[in-house]
């Protein structure tokens, strides 16, 4: 888990304090009607390692968050008026563009089918799939007799039946046990991600009783189907425990298989790909360790593949005779496999297999019976490489500049049929089926745009910008085929750069919604991400973290200089840590922008990362470093922290969003941001914030529901183009 991706209501409806005579930090008056909220002033001392802070809205931060996450009811008085002082100013500031909005939601909604379906995925006698029904914003389950053309489709779940009644929904994993008898999913109705684990029997249609609670919605079937084993998510909001039960059973008969005493690890659990094994996997940013259980003995006590050591890194799966790891040992920045034998797996017995190639970053393999593909990764694109247990081995790869490719889970372990997802910037979704020994590409399924989709109006190109030392940064640019570069384009550019969560060159309806309007749309694929290996994460984080921010400015700078677009018409936009990215870019250079949208922006990094109580701050102390303990960290963090660098600057034009139940990036993180930044503006642009009261990090949890923050994003990104707002010179 990483700190990962509405309506308007009129001034006179603003709370009396957000309508209060009120000047910026610069003395000027705000126009009448549209004061923004005025959040008052608490200064909380921190003194931390001999270094001392003022923070001056820490009282946003309720004291009982624990509680708020799951039940956001009881978030406090004075902090929910604040919240809603800024939602109601957010509106009416952005109340012109509600038509704009409106018709930016249709526009994007009719690009999706509504009635649509997977591809089924065969399992025995049985092929399981999703559907959408028109109106519906979220999916059936259903299975058919796979052997029976036009077999009458049976419905697991409805989530869209399921979600009646919540403001929030969203169903987090859901299979099937390997006997084919019940159905078990993980639901969480209020965006905390904070899951309960449902079980339905399949011959009766009824849901067994004693559902899991305060479990993270990871869960696995024993391979006998007997037992379910599941991850349990504790009060601050970590996986800390691996739990079996029945898999008819209820919680008394729950069992502890695994608990992990290092708050900085996650956990999960799951089956290797030929069912020998369940199998514990435990982490953080960079190590890892694996534990066992034969599939034989599912009761049995997990055993260690390789102990953990500080810095290495391996996941493993079993391959019918072997062990197959992917790992980073032995100085393998890009990773390499290993085989071990199934009864003696530890690392002395580990024997390399796909060497290491610097540059060429292995992401993952599935074992079949016999063949095992591997997907790789090289200067921002992949292929995959299927690789036959006799020996030999081939690639698939496409001719286009930029695009994405990835393999979609099956069920079968005995099939000679891989199956990948294969997109491009111009190119929807397509769904192959691969014929390993073959060779063959069966094209099974080509994502279908209601409203019309012609890939030759549309031209991608793969740019590269040249950071300060030296680096090649690429970036890929959508626009329309002819588009005149000459400065007068508005673009938006988009950038995440952390966790080494690649940016892929994917296809994305949305956009078409600028680009059709003349926009050109980019995405940067800055340093700590993995786009051109494990090196450009390991590049991008901890003492290198400002390479990531100043690969930004270099991308932005290139495509300036390349006249794609011109400052007064650049707009930006990251979410989750990529809005740490956006807030980080804005106090360095914040002349180069005319807008920024920062998604549940992690802004307040220093204060996050020296709060053990929160979720993700042990787990990431390895990404960022940690502040408590280490002056040299601390003084990084604060050197770059977008909320602890907030000053007297004129900022551009900023929308900020955040959920209410986000236990990744918390509410108060964006909250206090946009008070401080509306405090310290020389600027007059506006500083708008929005907070979903009803969901957490992913925002809205229905497809069109969240096409409407979406639309609102763009909305105002186009609205910031149209406004004539003071703008800062650059420095001297």
Do not use: C
């Not at 379906?117 to 065969?122: G, H, L, M």
């Not at 807008?595 to 929160?614: E, H, I, K, R, W």
């Amino acid at each position: 888990m990483t700190r990962r991706l509405l309506l308007a209501t009129a001034a006179a409806l603003l709370p009396l304090a957000a309508l209060a005579q009120t000047r910026s930090a610069a003395g000027k008056a705000r126009p009448a009607g549209l004061r923004p909220p005025v959040a008052p002033k608490r200064p909380k001392r921190i003194e931390q390692l001999g270094r001392v802070r003022t923070d001056d809205y820490a009282w946003m931060k309720d004291d009982n968050w624990q509680k708020v996450m799951r039940d956001p009811k009881v978030l406090r008085a004075d902090i929910r008026t604040h919240l809603e002082a800024e939602n109601a100013y957010t509106a009416a500031q952005l109340k012109s563009t509600e038509p704009l909005q409106a018709k930016l939601f249709e526009e994007m909604k009719g690009r999706i089918k509504e009635v649509d379906s997977s591809v089924p995925a065969k399992d025995g006698p049985w092929a399981y799939y999703l559907d959408y029904q028109k109106g519906a914003q979220h999916p059936r389950y259903l299975r058919r007799r796979s052997v029976e053309e036009g077999a009458t489709p049976e419905v697991l779940i409805d989530a869209d039946a399921l979600a009646k009644g919540h403001a929030f929904y969203d169903i987090g994993a859901a299979s099937h046990s390997p006997d084919h008898k019940l159905f078990a999913y993980a639901e969480d109705d209020q965006g905390s991600e904070v899951y309960t684990i449902r079980v339905k029997d399949l011959a009766t249609g009824q849901l067994l009783p004693d559902p899991v609670d305060s479990s993270t919605g990871d869960f696995t079937f024993s391979p006998d189907s007997r037992h379910l084993f599941w991850t349990f998510r504790d009060e601050n909001g970590r996986p800390t425990k691996i739990f079996r039960r029945p898999a008819r059973g209820g919680k008394a008969e729950d069992v502890l298989v695994y608990q992990e005493t290092d708050p900085g690890m996650f956990i999960g659990v799951s089956r290797t790909a030929d069912d020998r094994f369940i199998t514990i996997g435990i982490g953080d940013q960079e190590t890892s360790e694996t534990r066992f259980i034969p599939a034989a003995t599912p009761t049995a006590a997990p055993a260690v593949l390789a102990p953990r050591s500080k810095g290495v890194k391996y996941d493993a799966d079993h391959w019918s005779d072997r062990w197959v790891i992917r790992t980073n040992a032995d100085g393998a920045i890009d990773f390499k496999l290993v085989t071990a034998p199934t009864d003696q797996p530890g690392r002395g017995n580990w024997q390399d297999w796909i060497a290491h190639k610097p540059g060429n970053f292995i992401t993952g393999f599935a074992p079949y019976k016999d063949h095992l593909v591997r997907l790789e990764r090289v200067d921002a694109n992949s292929r995959l490489v299927v690789v036959e247990r006799a020996g030999g081995e081939h690639a698939v790869s496409f001719p286009e500049p930029a695009y994405a490719l990835g393999l979609e889970g099956g069920y079968e372990y005995d099939t000679p049929l891989a199956r990948f997802v294969y997109q491009s910037p111009t190119t929807p979704r397509q769904t192959f089926d691969y014929g390993m020994a073959s060779r063959e590409r069966t094209l099974r399924k080509t994502q279908e745009i209601p409203s019309g989709h012609d890939p030759a109006k549309y031209e991608a190109r793969r740019l590269q910008a040249r950071a300060p030392d030296g680096e090649l940064v690429p970036v890929t640019v959508l626009m329309q085929r002819g588009q005149k570069l000459d400065g007068s384009a508005p673009l938006l550019l988009y950038g995440y750069g952390s966790y080494g969560i690649p940016m892929d060159a994917g296809f994305n309806t949305n956009r078409l919604s600028l680009v059709d309007r003349g926009w050109i749309f980019a995405v940067a694929h800055i340093r700590g991400g993995s786009e051109k290996g494990w090196n450009w994460f390991l590049q991008g984080r901890r003492e290198k973290k400002p390479n990531t921010f100043t690969d930004f400015i270099a991308a932005a700078e290139h495509l300036l200089a390349e006249r794609f677009t011109s400052r007064e018409r650049l707009g930006i936009r990251g979410g989750s840590a990529g809005g740490l990215l956006m807030g980080a870019v804005v106090n360095m250079r914040p002349e180069l922008f005319r807008a920024v949208v920062a998604d549940v922006p992690f802004v307040d990094v220093l204060n996050t990362m020296s709060d053990t109580s929160l979720p993700l701050t042990p787990p990431e102390w390895p990404e960022w470093g940690n502040p408590i303990e280490d002056p040299a960290a601390y003084d990084l963090i604060a050197s770059y922290s977008p909320y602890d660098q907030v000053g007297p600057k004129a900022y551009p034009a900023i929308l900020a969003e955040g959920g209410l139940s986000d236990p990744r990036v918390t509410y108060w993180e964006p909250a206090k941001w946009a008070a401080k930044l509306r405090e310290h503006t020389t600027g007059s642009s506006p500083i708008l914030l929005k907070i979903n009261m009803e969901a957490g990090h992913g925002g809205a949890s229905g497809r069109f529901d969240y096409l409407k923050e979406v639309a609102r994003a763009y909305a105002f990104a186009i609205w910031a183009q149209e406004r004539s707002w003071e703008r800062p010179s650059r420095p001297a």
